[in-house]
């Protein structure tokens, strides 16, 4: 015998996706660049549900090597690191999606007891310090980017990262 089936699927736009807690990446002070010195950022993590206990965190910070170059990390979370400030590397493969930021350093903290960074949040996870190259045309150049691309994150976690546009004179 044969039967007759239909099926009416409703609501097909309405899926919405689900939403995890967030692992965030920010510059929290506001540095210049000026040309012929150093540029200090601070670097701060925070999660959106205030959890500081959790397995860790891997990023890149890009920068345009042809306007900044690496100069040194300071002030770096201890507890549980294993890369720190691993570079500059070549960005051949573009992690950040921008053509200008051609290099990048590795960081890296894993903790295998969850209890990562085990701080009040939000933190400085570092301070990263650019020597900001003194033959720039600023008329032509006035700010360059500090970009930021994950390696690892949380399981159940989302990461996000707000780039920074430094500003150069």
């Given at each position: 015998?044969?039967?007759?089936v239909?099926?009416?699927?409703?609501?097909?736009?309405?899926?919405v996706?689900?939403?995890?807690p967030?692992?965030?990446i920010?510059v929290?002070?506001?540095?210049?660049?000026?040309?012929g010195?150093?540029a200090?950022?601070?670097v701060?993590?925070?999660t959106?549900?205030?959890?500081?206990q959790l397995?860790?965190?891997?990023?890149?910070?890009?920068?345009?090597?042809?306007?900044?170059?690496f100069k040194?990390i300071?002030?770096?979370?201890e507890?549980?690191?294993?890369?720190?400030?691993?570079?500059a590397h070549?960005?051949?493969?573009?992690f950040?999606?921008?053509?200008?930021?051609?290099q990048?350093?590795?960081?890296?903290?894993?903790?295998?007891?969850?209890?990562?960074?085990?701080v009040e949040?939000p933190?400085?996870?570092?301070?990263?310090?650019?020597?900001?190259?003194?033959?720039?045309?600023?008329?032509?150049?006035?700010?360059?980017n500090?970009n930021f691309s994950?390696?690892?994150y949380?399981?159940?976690?989302a990461f996000?990262?707000e780039?920074?546009?430094?500003?150069?004179?």
């Amino acid at each position: 015998s044969q039967l007759a089936v239909s099926l009416s699927i409703n609501d097909i736009d309405e899926y919405v996706a689900p939403i995890y807690p967030e692992q965030s990446i920010s510059v929290t002070n506001a540095p210049k660049g000026i040309l012929g010195k150093a540029a200090v950022l601070e670097v701060s993590y925070d999660t959106s549900d205030s959890n500081n206990q959790l397995t860790g965190i891997g990023m890149r910070v890009h920068f345009n090597s042809s306007l900044l170059g690496f100069k040194e990390i300071t002030n770096l979370i201890e507890q549980d690191i294993i890369v720190s400030g691993d570079g500059a590397h070549n960005d051949e493969d573009d992690f950040d999606n921008d053509p200008l930021t051609d290099q990048y350093i590795s960081f890296g903290w894993a903790s295998l007891f969850g209890n990562w960074p085990n701080v009040e949040l939000p933190t400085v996870l570092m301070s990263i310090a650019f020597d900001v190259f003194d033959t720039i045309d600023t008329d032509a150049i006035a700010e360059t980017n500090i970009n930021f691309s994950k390696t690892a994150y949380t399981v159940g976690y989302a990461f996000e990262a707000e780039n920074y546009n430094l500003e150069l004179k």
